[in-house]
T-cell receptor, first 115, second 114 residues
Framework: AQSVAQPEDQVNVAEGNPLTVKCTYSVSGNPYLFWYVQYPNRGLQFLLKYITGDNLVKGSYGFEAEFNKSQTSFHLKKPSALVSDSALYFCAVRGSGNYGQNFVFGPGTRLSVLP | GAVVSQHPSWVICKSGTSVKIECRSLDFQATTMFWYRQFPKQSLMLMATSNEGSKATYEQGVEKDKFLINHASLTLSTLTVTSAHPEDSSFYIC??????????FGPGTRLTVT
């Protein structure tokens, strides 16, 4: 069975500073990895995904993530944080098998960007 | 990506009544839709996979007689919470997948049962 861990419940960063939101995973076979962002009382918005290829993946709103197979990690990064980036971020993994049933989310990390 | 809508966005109902939530795929014909539930400050939990023209597949621990799912067309799936109780109060989110990879989510429906 696959699982996703986001070790930090909360990340605080000053506006303009780089940010990192951590994610580690466990899955059998090759992982498909995703990052989503959720604003209050809204559904999830897709940010980026890793399926195969280059370990550094670039996504929406200036976010990027690096896939590290040896460390089973997929940390989300942004070079310069904005106050509007403050939201709840979810890492998700999909392993082998039926894609619906095996789409697992992490517990989420709340990012606060301070002006 | 796919655009997904949900209706209503917020509903309050009395205990014992039933509530229907609609999920529409606006620009994509979705043979499969997914229903999730999210409690405050918690992650999403997959409830069921909705298949067009056939019965939904429920996750372990989800009562299929309580959470009725109907996927009558390629653009519409409905979730009916029957005989709702306060513990059913939650944020319900649906999603579709254009490929076998990412999913695209609706804006969610907040259900409050009094």
């Amino acid at each position: 069975a696959q699982s996703v861990a986001q070790p930090e419940d909360q990340v605080n960063v000053a506006e303009g500073n780089p940010l990192t939101v951590k994610c580690t995973y466990s899955v059998s076979g090759n992982p498909y990895l995703f990052w989503y962002v959720q604003y209050p009382n809204r559904g999830l918005q897709f940010l980026l995904k890793y399926i195969t290829g280059d370990n550094l993946v670039k996504g929406s709103y200036g976010f990027e993530a690096e896939f590290n197979k040896s460390q089973t990690s997929f940390h989300l990064k942004k070079p310069s944080a904005l106050v509007s980036d403050s939201a709840l971020y979810f890492c998700a993994v999909r392993g082998s098998g039926n894609y619906g049933q095996n789409f697992v989310f992490g517990p989420g990390t709340r990012l606060s960007v301070l002006p | 990506g796919a655009v997904v809508s949900q209706h209503p966005s917020w509903v309050i109902c009395k205990s014992g009544t039933s509530v229907k939530i609609e999920c529409r795929s606006l620009d994509f014909q979705a043979t499969t839709m997914f229903w999730y539930r999210q409690f405050p400050k918690q992650s999403l939990m997959l409830m069921a996979t909705s298949n067009e023209g056939s019965k939904a597949t429920y996750e372990q621990g989800v009562e299929k007689d309580k959470f009725l799912i109907n996927h009558a067309s390629l653009t519409l799936s409905t979730l009916t919470v029957t005989s709702a109780h306060p513990e059913d109060s939650s944020f319900y989110i649906c999603s579709v997948s254009e490929t076998t990879y990412e999913q695209y989510f609706g804006p969610g429906t907040r259900l409050t049962v009094t």
